[in-house]
């Protein structure tokens, strides 16, 4: 143990950290270690290059989005605190967290998972998942191989099917009942394993 | 009700008298008749003498020509029958499962053929012949409509319970079976302990035939349906090496290190050999269904006769039959399913569903049947202490497991969850077949009564009670939700951040490899085994097309004009919101014909046409023109508005009039 609390403190403010996202100490330090390996120049912080240097994420229909959800409009760099919040929206979900606490809902909730999601949805911050933003989502995911009909006539129904309120746009409740039926407990969860 | 019950004794009667017709030797066209002959008399005593000279037999009796299909078919029909008439009776079937219904007419009509007749061959449940022809339509249907979502994801879990659980209940209740066997009182000292092994290794397998019949009604949640089902399906590969391992060094006498080594390297070659038979089955049947396009009435055929070639192939080595039949059932699909029509589709479905249901039907009555054909030793100590051993070790491996397993999972499986998949574990026809095949000698019988003794629990007490368990535990049931466009685009979005997260953290995860795996068979597979267009379509669209297909069959199959406005308002509001100019891309060639698949299929129903008389031919599938007459009328309200959508779909700019008032002109225009 003693090793490692010394190896903690190399991390800054991981004691803050932990209590706040709920990570475990073998967490935090796995993704300490992670966070050197991608700033590579050593900065201590994370520039939008680093994640573009991540091969898969290039190759990944919606990479420059997650990216973007990473580094926040406005901010150039990503410090180590920053990275770990985004990234605690995916630890699987406690099961003993109750609603009734006077602690702020964590970040590994359903509703805070969803959140996050559909912030990558609506990139204008809006607060509604407009037609042109899913259009763009879609075409971002499908690629070359569909025509602009199709697109219109996807979109359109999924729209349709969504909107409750027939205001044009989807917003996050509707989102939210859109899913329900997916486990998003178990999709947006991934194990921080040593 | 009378009729149903009428029926099903005329039924019962048709099988004693054929029964009673095929114990006889020497079936001549007249010496067997009992008096239920329906021939006529005088023919019936012109062909029995024959020394007489013969006039010609205008009407005359050969029952054995067809004995055998007739044996067949009836017992088919008596199955059916009694299918259909449960559902007659709802308070029973509601509170009992169909399964256990079965075995009890199974049990009655046994009864009933050796009371009139003792030596009447009842013994329907010949092994070859359920190995052979019962089970594989079940297993086919079970893993060509297997979710591979939830399967994949929980495929660790599953391996897990099937393995590792199968092995340990196959050693306890092994070994304690000889430890009670041991003990002076119960006077079975000569069972051995190999042999003990061997009969536990056949009462510890989960039976997916069970497991399907009796969870199949309590419509539970998707996760338990998938593990317990899963691992019925997978612990075949277990059972078939334990069951040959101990077979073989009971013949042995002795058995060595090396050859439990061999056991264990065996038991990879069996399951992986078994996947591997169909998965090569299953990469040909797709291949070959990308050649089809001219002949789709034989497309279904391809499919089954494929993977039953799997299934036979892989018990040609002795490798687990079940797996490979899977293995080729989840391989053949989504390309065969790029590949092959709609009507073709439908068949399969329904063909498959149909014979896996006359298959349960029929093994859990013969089950029924073949139990009242043995004589039965019975040694109460070690019937019921089977019971026990087989009920304890079942949860003493499951907790244990789950203990385990829990540490990997992200989403944990709780005590509620435990004990459903604990108690769900069902033995059933295949514990009893594998019974059957011992060889002969004192200890089978004996051995053959506490399977059976085993089943009948499992199947009435757990599979009767676990409905109330399930209410009262108040476990998640089944999500009843018809596929959703957003549901799929969410998941797709999901699976690819997901994936982008796993990237930046490094981890090689779960999505990763699926994502690896998604390309790989964009890449290269499907290019080889769909069809030309159908081959670059993303999976969204393919998804989206089919539902717009389904859609538009309910439109035309249900002639109401309300639903139409859904379709039509996504086109509207295309056309009402300004475009931005629209970027010329080359348009491929997949839109067009898909737009003209879909308009064909349209105009054919909707249109008035006077189906010209074509040269009847075996081959096609022809419409039916007496559907066409009737639903005529009622359809050309649709067609002009239907033809206006089509087309303006495919000339989305030139309309500049807002759509809605012109459909509603169109609308008002053609009400009579």
Redesign the interface.
């Known amino acids: 143990m003693g090793s490692s609390s010394s190896r903690l403190d190399r991390v800054p403010g991981a004691k803050d950290l932990m209590e706040e996202t709920g990570f475990s100490e073998t967490n935090i330090l796995c993704l300490y270690d992670r966070f050197e390996v991608l700033d590579r120049e050593e900065r201590g912080y994370l520039r939008l290059e680093d994640f573009e240097a991540i091969q898969q994420l290039a190759v990944n229909p919606i990479g420059d989005r997650i990216i973007g959800a990473f580094v926040f409009p406005g901010r150039e760099t990503l410090d180590f605190p920053s990275f770990v919040r985004v990234l605690a929206h995916f630890r699987p979900t406690d099961t003993t967290w109750s609603r009734s606490g006077s602690q702020p809902e964590p970040a590994n909730s359903r509703t805070r998972k969803l959140r996050f999601a559909f912030s990558l949805y609506d990139q204008d911050g809006d607060g509604k998942i407009s037609r042109a933003e899913l259009t763009e989502m879609l075409q971002a995911m499908l690629g070359m191989q569909v025509t602009d009909e199709q697109l219109q006539s996807i979109v359109g129904r999924a729209i349709q099917e969504a909107d409750l309120d027939r205001d044009g746009a989807i917003s996050f409740d509707e989102f939210k009942k859109s899913v329900e039926k997916v486990d998003i407990d178990h999709k947006m969860s991934t194990r921080f394993l040593r | 009700l009378l009729f149903y019950w009428s029926l099903g004794c005329w039924c019962v009667l048709l099988l004693l008298f054929v029964s009673v017709a095929s114990a006889g030797r020497d079936v001549d066209s007249g010496s067997n008749d009992t008096g239920r002959n329906p021939a006529p008399e005088d023919s019936h005593h012109q062909t029995n003498s024959t020394h007489h000279k013969k006039a010609f037999p205008v009407l005359s009796f050969n029952f054995d020509h067809v004995r055998k299909p007739f044996e067949i078919s009836l017992w088919i029909l008596l199955a059916l029958l009694m299918k259909l008439g449960f559902h007659i009776i709802p308070r029973v079937s509601h509170v009992v499962p169909e399964s256990c219904l079965l075995i009890v007419v199974g049990l009655l009509v046994g009864g009933i053929i050796k009371a009139f007749d003792e030596d009447a061959p009842v013994q329907m449940l010949d092994s070859k012949f359920f190995f052979l022809y019962l089970l594989p339509p079940i297993i086919l249907d079970a893993g060509y409509f297997l979710p591979m979502r939830p399967f994949t994801?929980n495929l660790g879990t599953i391996l897990v319970f099937a393995v590792v659980g199968t092995l340990w209940n196959a050693f306890f209740i092994g070994l304690t079976m000889y430890g009670v066997c041991q003990i002076e009182a119960v006077k079975l000292g000569r069972v051995d302990l190999l042999s003990c092994l061997l009969f536990g290794s056949i009462v510890s397998a989960v039976d997916p035939v069970a497991v399907l019949a009796v969870f199949e009604e309590i419509h539970i949640n998707e996760l338990l349906h998938i593990l317990v089902f899963g691992e019925s399906l997978l612990n075949d590969a277990v059972t078939v090496v334990l069951y040959h391992l101990f077979t073989e060094f009971s013949h042995k006498g002795t058995v060595t290190v090396a050859d439990a080594f061999l056991g264990v390297v065996s038991f990879f070659v069996v399951s992986l050999g078994g996947i591997l038979i169909g998965a090569i089955y299953g990469i040909i049947g797709a291949f070959t269904s990308r050649f089809t396009s001219h002949s789709r009435v034989i497309e279904p055929l391809f499919v089954f006769l494929y993977s039953y070639m799997a299934y036979l192939s892989a018990e040609v080595f002795h490798l687990s039959g079940i797996m490979s039949l899977i293995a080729c059932g989840v391989v053949m699909r989504p390309y065969v399913e790029a590949n092959i029509s709609h009507k073709s589709y439908t068949t399969i479905k329904y063909f498959l569903k149909m014979w896996s249901s006359v298959s349960e039907t029929l093994i859990f009555i013969f089950l029924g049947v073949s139990t009242v054909a043995q004589p039965h030793p019975w040694n109460w100590t070690f019937v019921v202490v089977t019971v026990v051993v087989c009920f304890v070790s079942r949860v003493l491996g499951v907790v244990s497991l789950t203990y385990i397993i829990n540490k990997?999972r992200?989403?944990?499986l709780t005590k509620k969850d435990q004990f459903i998949v604990a108690y769900g574990g069902l033995r059933g026809a295949i514990a009893f077949s594998l019974g059957f095949l011992l060889p002969d000698n004192e200890m089978k019988q004996l051995f053959l009564t506490a399977i059976i003794t085993v089943i009948f629990y499992t199947v009435f007490v757990q599979g009767m009670t676990i409905r109330p368990l399930v209410e009262l535990l108040a476990v998640k049931k089944k999500?009843e939700?018809k596929g959703?466009?957003?549901?799929e685009?969410?998941?797709?979005?999901?699976?690819?951040?997901?994936?982008?997260?796993?990237?930046?953290?490094?981890?090689y995860?779960?999505?990763?490899w699926k994502d690896k795996l998604n390309r790989f068979n964009k890449a290269y597979v499907k290019k080889w085994l769909i069809t030309g267009e159908r081959s670059?379509?993303?999976q969204?669209?393919s998804f989206?097309n089919k539902?717009?297909m389904k859609q538009a069959m309910m439109l035309v199959e249900s002639g109401s004009a309300a639903k139409l406005p859904?379709i039509m308002?996504?086109?509207s509001?295309?056309n009402i919101?300004p475009k931005e100019p629209?970027?010329r891309?080359a348009?491929?060639s997949?839109?067009k014909s898909r737009e003209q698949e879909i308009r064909k299929m349209l105009r054919g129903n909707l249109q008035k046409t006077r189906q010209r008389l074509r040269s009847y031919s075996r081959h096609d599938l022809m419409v039916d023109p007496f559907e066409e007459d009737v639903s005529e009328v009622r359809l050309r309200k649709q067609r002009v508005e239907m033809e206006r959508r089509v087309s303006s779909?495919?000339a989305?700019n030139k309309q500049s009039q807002p759509w809605i008032s012109k459909q509603q002109l169109g609308k008002d225009n053609n009400i009579p």
């Not at chain 2, 959703?484 to 549901?487: T, V």
């Not at chain 2, 969410?490 to 981890?507: K, P, R």
């Not at chain 2, 995860?509 to 990763?512: I, M, S, T, Y």
């Open positions: 994801e990997f992200i989403v944990k999500k939700s959703s466009i957003n549901e685009i969410h998941t797709q979005f999901l699976d690819h951040l997901l994936t982008g997260i796993e990237d930046i953290c490094g981890h995860g779960h999505h990763h670059t379509e993303p969204l669209i989206y539902m717009e859904t308002t996504p086109v509001m295309q919101q629209l970027k891309r348009i491929p997949i839109s779909n495919s989305a």
